[in-house]
């Protein structure tokens, strides 16, 4: 059976975005089972289309940051949410994070399960690795 | 080195090409080597570690300047 790894993400800034992503998709590659749980602002990062910002006031500077990472060949948000999924990565929403930020499941990307923290954690108690990104 | 395919991941960056190696690998039988090229420096740690977890076998590791050469025997 394939080594589950699971990552609960409650920020939605765009180093908070990225992270799991790249952590995701390169699990899958390594041939691991991959859950991503988003709560409370890394909810947002489900959302179909999102384009997240750099930190605070950083976030003005945030197209220079996407201009910078296209130059040296680094996948945009987007691209990465896409590669993580053909890989089978698993996305999960927070049921009572979408009830606070008032989101409908079919806001959310294709795919995204919806669950609370029981059924996340049931999903972790057997998991090999365990990262909390917030 | 005799080599079945190769998979130039020059000019990516981590963590593509493990991703690309984890896809050009779903193409090639058991026995087979793959030649991967790299510039990513990091690919000489992550490359090894992929191995590692994949069961695939690492043959050789090459540098020429920048270039990172490596062959993988599938598992």
């Known amino acids: 059976m394939a ?20 952590m995701g998709t390169t699990a899958a590659s390594m041939g691991m089972e991959v859950h991503v749980f988003y709560t409370f602002f890394g909810l947002k990062l489900l959302k179909k ?13 945030t197209g220079m940051m996407e201009k910078k990472m296209k130059k040296v060949n680094v996948p945009g948000y987007q691209e990465m949410l896409a590669q993580a999924k053909e890989l089978g990565v698993n996305f999960y929403a927070c ?11 079919e806001q959310l990307i294709d795919g995204t399960k919806v669950l609370g923290a029981s059924a996340f954690l049931n999903l972790a108690a057997d998991s090999k690795v365990q990262l909390f990104i917030g | 080195m005799d080599k079945d395919a190769t998979l130039d991941a020059r000019g990516l960056m981590c963590p593509m090409p493990i991703v690309q190696l984890a896809k050009k690998v779903k193409e090639l039988k058991s026995g087979q080597v793959l030649e991967l090229l790299a510039d990513d420096i990091g690919a000489k740690e992550d490359v090894p570690a992929w191995c590692n977890r994949t069961g695939h076998q690492l043959l050789a590791m090459e540098e020429e300047g920048r270039l990172i050469r490596i062959y993988i025997k599938m598992k």
């Open chain 1, 3 to 22: 080594e589950r790894f699971c990552m609960v993400v409650s920020e939605g800034t765009f180093d908070k975005a990225m992270m799991p992503l790249i």
């Open chain 1, 49 to 61: 289309g999102v384009r997240p910002k750099l930190p605070g006031l950083m976030s003005l500077f």
């Open chain 1, 95 to 105: 049921s009572t994070s979408m009830e606070l930020m008032g989101m409908k499941k």
